[in-house]
């Protein structure tokens, strides 16, 4: 209840009123006249004067969902959410969303609006998946102008569920196998030893790219054996990790290896240069700076051709790892701590496919277990003759029992 002020783009604000049930919006020019106009209207408001034609220097024309959306991006997402998310939604909101419903007020889109926008891009991407970002992002607007006062509830809630729109059938996932992995290697080894450590890290770790550029040497525990990841690199800036959360990767064996030679090669680079320490960007691009993620996916790819494999993204070594790690049995809660997953859920989602199955022996061990607590338990009720004494050897009251065939199978119809 009351009026508030927001700053849409430097120069342009906006009032919101909400006041006795009825809601609206008013662009003004400076954040001056906002501050006027905001006591202005607050004063009207408490001498119930709010039906009292509004001043004239507001506009009178309704906020579109497009106006509102733009004030959502750059008010709430761009300084609270990392560039890379600013960027995203920014452009769905400009290449998709506003297109299907920027022009409409913001209190006049309904559900049918939206399904029509959702069920259009579905088709169009053929992605579950790529279809609930699109109706989250387009959702924002609405929840905050819920919070504002300016619409009761969001159009979008519940739309997605009611298209009945399914997961897709194939996974987005395309993993290397261990024998593809060991032929990546081996050809980055051959045509690309340098870079040998950086793709050893990535393959061998499952830690993203961005965190992967973003390591320093401070951040490997060599006794330890692990790896304490807590920031990305992304085009020419660094960022927490996706999840805004530390976490500890272990190193194998061999990344192990490849880093300490890496080190004692940059130990030689700093002795020659005059210097003790060594220090800053592992992966750095000889400048001492952190490679960009576009001169990775360029190497990478040209390993992949000269492998003779398939072209895959450089984000399936990050799958390769969880895939490979799975299908040899271990933990999906190990795997879920190693790749920073929020959830276990979305790890047993994106990777549930790779768990082995058709493990018969497992299923063994419950015969075992029932045929031991049978050996243990006390006989409650040992079998008697037909005469009431106890038959000694319970194996011979088998053969007292007279055998019957079995029936057949009756069939029914439901």
Request: hydrophobic share 35%.
């Amino acid at each position: 209840m009351g009026v508030k002020i927001r700053e849409k783009k430097p120069g342009e604000w906006w009032l919101f009123i909400n006041h006795g049930g009825k809601r609206t919006s008013r662009k003004v020019g400076s954040q001056e006249a906002a501050e006027r106009a905001r006591k202005e209207i607050e004063a009207r408001l408490t001498l119930k004067q709010f039906e009292v034609e509004a001043p004239k220097h507001l506009e009178e024309r309704p906020m579109t969902y497009e106006e509102y959306a733009t004030l959502w991006v750059e008010g709430q997402i761009k300084p609270l959410r990392r560039e890379s998310t600013y960027t995203r939604y920014r452009g769905a909101l400009k290449k998709h969303i506003f297109p299907a419903i920027g022009n409409i007020s913001l209190g006049e889109v309904d559900r049918a609006d939206i399904k029509k926008f959702l069920l259009a891009y579905y088709k169009k991407s053929g992605s579950k998946k790529a279809v609930t970002l699109m109706r989250d992002i387009c959702n924002g607007p609405f929840a905050a102008a819920v919070d504002d006062g300016l619409i009761s509830v969001s159009p979008v809630t519940g739309t997605l569920g009611r298209l009945n729109i399914k997961p897709n059938q194939n996974p987005s996932a395309d993993p290397l196998t261990a024998e593809e992995t060991a032929l990546f290697m081996e050809t980055c080894m051959k045509h690309h030893s340098e870079h040998y450590p950086l793709f050893l890290t990535l393959f061998r770790t499952g830690l993203r790219v961005g965190e992967v550029l973003a390591l320093r040497w401070s951040d490997v525990d060599w006794y330890g054996r692990f790896i304490q990841v807590s920031r990305s690199y992304r085009r020419q800036q660094f960022s927490g990790t996706k999840t805004g959360k530390t976490r500890r990767v272990d190193m194998s064996e061999q990344v192990v290896e490849a880093l300490q030679n890496l080190y004692t090669r940059r130990k030689r680079e700093t002795l020659a240069a005059g210097t003790q320490e060594v220090d800053g960007i592992i992966f750095h691009n000889g400048k001492g700076e952190p490679r960009g993620q576009n001169s990775v996916r360029y190497i990478y790819k040209g390993i992949l051709r000269k492998a003779g494999l398939r072209a895959i993204r450089v984000h399936d070594t990050r799958h390769s790892y969880a895939s490979q790690l799975l299908s040899d049995g271990i933990s999906p809660v190990y795997v879920k701590e190693q790749l920073g997953h929020h959830s276990i859920e979305i790890t047993v989602d994106t990777y549930g496919h790779w768990l082995p199955s058709g493990n018969q022996e497992a299923v063994n061990r419950l015969d075992h277990l029932a045929e031991n607590r049978t050996q243990s338990a006390p006989q409650a009720h040992p079998p008697q003759n037909e005469n009431g004494q106890v038959i000694e050897n319970p194996a011979a009251f088998i053969n007292l029992v007279p055998k019957r065939g079995l029936e057949p199978l009756q069939a029914y119809t439901y």
